[in-house]
């Protein structure tokens, strides 16, 4: 039930504060609070500036109250700012130990200066911050709810800044004769000490819709910023095989297809290799439920020419005979079609399905396909019957309406009008568009990008686990009708901010319930207004250019193959020009290694000359790129060099041996799970089984139980398989999270009961590892786990995420990591074992990275280093909660020159390492809670002594959850 005094149909909205002009006049009358008080110990103190400062205890919850004295009159609007001061831990405005805070709740009464009469309660209804956390936004703090994980962060533990927040009341409040304000603020979240720490309270008397307009100007850099990175994040997720497994692993084919749509709608290359990958792997699946079916075709009509007709032909047929989930009893909507489960419902229909198959038809008509107009004639009017009296749409037919059904519903009466209007069913065609006005003004009432409304209002908060699934169908309807404006709103500019402000450190976006890869997805379509029949051009080249600071500037396009030149002069190259040198050669370098050299273009005046550099690249990630310009005086002798500043470019264009893999493997026919028995010794529970390792899906896994000391699987099949490649993918749960489970290490292979074959694998779940064997008709292969990387949660628990049997002739990537070569642990020298660092968390004087460096004052630790470290997790981690961090420890290594070393770092967020004084290698960006394999550079394999080396990291965090480790090993010649 909404509070006392609240109109039932009111939104808690939450907007980012645009940038605008400053006023003439400052609309703000700050506050003096007469008396102030807090529960469980806090002492509020008004400073001179009418701020009130928060000292004494820090208790896990407590409530703030403030009275105030206020002139004769209405009021408009109340600001509250939450400010820093020196007092607070990292200067605040937090009282946390990261000067972080989350407000629950606000609330205000108004009581008549002299009066006896109740206080009215200042019904507030929304809420506009100038910045808040990507899931703890401004509207929680005026949604009449104090939940627990929820409520109004301002990323306190990032950003240590004042902040604002401006409440609109539902009507302006005070009296004629003056009135007396007393504001309460709640903080009562599960995270404690989360109090602002210095808060000040203002009013004014000014028009609301001066104080916030209600369309807010959208950056579009800060679109293609948060794109890139959201992209960015897509790309990472992608299995080994080239599928995505998202928030439902049962429904990894459609989110497969949901990903290959976003990228392609958000701009990046029809033929990228992830695309290509992901394609390959819808291919070479069955396809069967709605969803999956929907998104495949929506998918399709994006990549466009060449169509694969016969495909979209089957899937058009699919979604059409599975109306009514295949009988015609069940009216004229889809469900999730019988037979697809062993528990499935025969009687089951929702909007949410009939949405993505009324959208993939849609597409499958855009394509060339033919749907009879009677689906769409009954369809619609089965729609038009379940719609709600005021215009909303639920679930299913006497289940709470909410705002994503409703748009759900109005896209869908958009669909069928418009081919409707195509068959010339005019008149149904009118009423569906009459039902979409009616959903339209369903939502101006209970209008929000902060949340997806229910009504009544869902106590759990649990509607809004689909908020990001919302703001992509408040797209789509937005972009079907092709209006700027739904429900009197610029829903893309507002919709827009909400997501530009919830986007994770990592690119993704989620909610409390996760499932960042598929919130992604909506809120890229959203951004990119994916809806559209074409989607975003493709992405123009970064033309990324050299900071201030060299003798010269350097542009690239930022992709493969790398295309680099000279953009601009500086004063010191044009100084050298003026006395008459003249260029010899640039010398073009990646990561500190020189690729290329350009000369000189003979007749070209200097000033013009450009010493293009291309070249391919071997791999994905960030890269490192300067340029040298060596000159010769006018008598042809060398006369010194300049240097560019250096260009740091992320490319994630390369075709790498995973995306070759997964392609050249989808074109072979797999195991055949029904004619395959599987045995294993051991399973974690029922949602980890043995069939999770042949089912042809990456992102499900077999797992042993976690007191199994010898993990063993046995595969046996009713017809033999001629092969002579097994290929293995460790078990994963969840990519990002895979270092909480024990991955296998090394592991013994039997082929129809022969000799064991020993292999290493590497400590990789993001690549296919290959073991071969002489060809042969395999009927049966065991593979035992003889010892394991241990997980951080689950020491011993492991298993494989995909078996394949693939064969003897069948290409092979030759990469580093694709294959299992036998491995040496160098540091530590057992993969079960701990390094010790010496270490500082302030920056040291003096060459730290050189071995003769004195650091025997400096701290003892065991890696990992991570931010928080519980008691019982003292010996096997050092905490670390500080930006930087610098660490030594001894490498010994007996012969440098034999096989090749190898660091496998991860790190939140950067990482330097340096070999006897010399840089190595570096990672640039988070590692994404995996080890990330990296070679040393030339210098530092040159720096490798036999005996004892000094290994030296400046481990850096910019933001989130501290983390570095760092290991060596050696892969032995083959």
């Not at 808060?199 to 369309?215: E, G, H, K, N, Y």
């Not at 294993?680 to 992102?699: K, L, Q, T, Y």
């Amino acid at each position: 039930m909404p509070r006392s005094g609240r109109p039932a149909l009111a939104v808690a909205v939450s907007l980012v504060l645009p940038v605008a002009a400053p006023a003439s006049e400052d609309p703000w009358t700050p506050l003096e609070a007469t008396e102030v008080r807090a529960s469980n110990g806090v002492d509020l103190r008004p400073l001179a500036d009418g701020s009130v400062l928060a000292e004494g205890a820090r208790p896990d919850t407590t409530v703030y109250e403030a009275e105030y004295a206020l002139e004769p009159g209405e009021y408009t609007a109340l600001r509250l700012e939450a400010l820093t001061h020196d007092s607070l831990p990292q200067r605040g405005p937090g009282r946390a130990d990261n000067g972080n805070f989350v407000l629950s709740e606000v609330t205000a009464t108004v009581a008549q200066r002299g009066s006896v009469a109740r206080p009215r309660e200042v019904v507030l209804t929304e809420c506009h911050v100038d910045h808040s956390e990507p899931t703890l936004s401004g509207g929680y703090a005026v949604d009449g709810r104090v939940v627990p994980d929820q409520g109004w962060s301002a990323d306190g533990h990032r950003r240590h800044e004042d902040r604002t927040a401006v409440l609109l009341p539902a009507r302006p409040f005070g009296f004629n004769n003056g009135s007396t304000l007393k504001v309460r603020l709640s903080f009562e979240s599960q995270w404690p000490a989360h109090a602002v720490g210095r808060f000040r309270v203002s009013v004014t008397r000014a028009d609301p819709a001066t104080l916030i307009p209600r369309t807010a100007a959208i950056d579009p850099a800060a679109v293609d910023a948060a794109t890139r990175k959201g992209i960015a994040y897509l790309l990472g997720r992608q299995e080994p095989d080239g599928t995505w497994v998202g928030m439902d692993r049962v429904h990894y084919y459609g989110m497969t297809a949901l990903a290959v749509y976003t990228l392609v709608q958000a701009g990046v290359r029809k033929d990228h290799p992830a695309v290509r990958a992901g394609i390959a792997a819808m291919e070479s699946r069955p396809c069967h439920r709605t969803y999956d079916r929907g998104v495949t075709l929506l998918a399709y009509r994006a990549i466009g020419e060449p169509l694969p007709r016969r495909r979209i032909a089957e899937l058009t047929r699919g979604l059409l005979d599975t109306v009514g989930n295949g009988s015609t009893a069940q009216g004229n909507r889809w469900g999730y079609p019988y037979g697809h489960t062993p528990t499935s419902d025969p009687n089951h229909v929702d909007l949410s399905n009939t949405q993505y198959a009324l959208l993939g038809l849609r597409a499958a008509v855009k394509c060339g396909e033919r749907v009879p107009s009677i689906v769409w004639d009954r369809v619609a009017k089965e729609l038009l019957e379940a719609q709600g009296d005021y215009g909303s749409f639920a679930y299913q037919p006497g289940r709470n309406p909410t705002a994503s059904m409703t748009v759900a519903g109005v896209a869908c009466l958009w669909i069928c009008a418009e081919q409707l209007e195509a068959a010339r069913k005019t008149g149904l065609a009118r009423r569906c568009r009459a039902g979409a006005q009616l959903g339209a003004a369903w939502l101006d009432r209970n209008w929000s990008v902060a949340e997806n409304v229910q009504v009544p209002r869902d106590a759990t908060g649990g509607a809004n686990r689909w908020t990001f699934y919302y703001l992509h169908g408040l797209e789509r309807i937005g972009a079907l009708a092709n209006e700027r404006l739904l429900a009197g709103h610029d829903w893309y500019a507002e919709g827009a901010a909400e997501i530009l402000a919830r986007q994770k450190d990592d690119g993704s976006w989620g909610t409390a319930y996760g499932e960042n890869d598929t919130n992604t997805c909506f809120a890229l379509l959203f951004l990119q207004r994916g809806t559209s029949s074409t989607g975003r051009d493709e992405r123009p080249p970064a033309f990324d250019a050299a900071e201030a600071g060299g003798a010269f500037a350097v542009a690239t396009n930022g992709e493969d193959p790398l295309v680099a030149w000279v953009r601009d002069l500086g004063s010191p190259v044009k100084e050298r020009l003026a006395r008459g040198e003249v260029v010899r050669v640039v010398e073009w370098s990646i990561d500190g290694e020189v690729v290329a050299e350009a000369r000189p273009n003979e007749g070209l005046e200097a000033s013009l000359q450009r010493f293009p550099l291309q070249t391919e690249l071997e791999s994905n990630g960030e890269l490192r790129l300067t340029a040298a310009m060596h000159f010769d005086d006018s008598s042809g002798a060398p006369a010194g060099s300049e240097t560019s500043a250096e260009v740091r470019v992320t490319v994630d264009s390369v075709e790498e041996p995973f995306h070759r893999a997964a392609i050249a493997d989808a074109a072979v026919e797999g195991i055949d799970p029904a004619a395959t028995q599987v045995e294993v010794s051991s399973a974690f529970d029922g949602n980890w089984p043995a069939e999770h390792a042949i089912d042809g899906r990456a992102g499900t896994a077999w797992l042993s139980d976690s007191h199994d000391d010898e993990p063993w699987i046995r595969l046996r099949f009713r017809r033999p398989i001629a092969a002579g490649v097994l290929k293995l993918v460790p078990a994963h749960p969840y990519l990002g999270g895979e270092a909480d489970w024990a991955r296998p290490r090394e592991i013994e292979v039997r082929v129809n009961n022969g000799k064991p074959l020993a292999a290493t694998l590497f400590d990789d779940v993001t690549v296919k590892q290959a073991v071969t064997f002489e060809a042969t008709k395999v009927r049966s292969v065991r593979i035992a786990v003889k010892s394991v990387y241990p997980g951080t949660v689950h020491r011993v628990a492991t298993g494989f995420a995909a078996i394949e049997l693939l064969p003897a002739d069948h290409p092979l990537e030759v990469a580093r990591r694709g294959f299992a070569r036998p491995v040496t642990f160098v540091l530590p020298d057992d993969p079960g074992g701990s390094v010790e660092w010496r270490y500082v968390l302030e920056a040291p004087a003096g060459d730290w990275t050189s071995p003769d460096f004195d650091d025997r004052r400096w701290r003892k630790g065991v890696a990992p280093f991570r931010d928080v470290v519980s008691r019982e997790e003292r010996r096997t981690a050092t905490e670390w909660g500080t930006a930087e961090a610098w660490l030594r420890t001894e490498l010994r290594v007996d012969d440098p020159s034999r096989g090749d070393l190898v660091f496998q770092v991860k790190v939140d967020d950067r990482a330097e390492v340096y070999v006897n004084g010399v840089l190595a290698g570096q990672i640039d960006v988070w590692t994404k809670g995996r080890y990330r394999s990296i070679a040393p550079n030339a210098a530092g394999r040159a720096a490798l002594v036999p005996g004892s080396n000094l290994i030296a990291v400046k481990a850096t965090d910019i933001g989130g959850k501290n983390f570095f480790d760092l290991q060596v090993v050696r892969t032995e010649p083959d």
